[in-house]
């Protein structure tokens, strides 16, 4: 039931967003969200150009992606999640690392 009533709250917002639907209330504007207008109180999104901007987001995205799947696979290489094997690196960084963990064929078999 959250997951439907998120999905018809989130697709009302984008359909505001992108003028599919007029907006709710008279003050708004297509593209009054990003970037800029309502969104942007304090005036900090007018420097830099849109476009190098959108790129630059979607590079960091697919960099948090990569990232976030290289913590599931450390995870799965060593039963454990991210802090215990900092803990561990920490405290014995010779036994506690990449190549240990491949000596024991990363926990997979």
Known sequence: AVLAIEVV?????EAYRTGLSDPVFDELTV???SPGGRFDPLGLAESGDLEELKIKELKHCRL????????IMQGLATQEGPIANWQAHVADP????VL???ASGFGFY
């Open 94 to 97: 010779v036994h506690a690392n």
């Open 31 to 33: 593209g009054d969200v």
């Open 100 to 102: 240990t963990n491949a």
């Open 64 to 71: 948090s992606m990569f990232a976030w799947l290289g913590c």
């Open 9 to 13: 709250l989130v697709g009302l917002a």
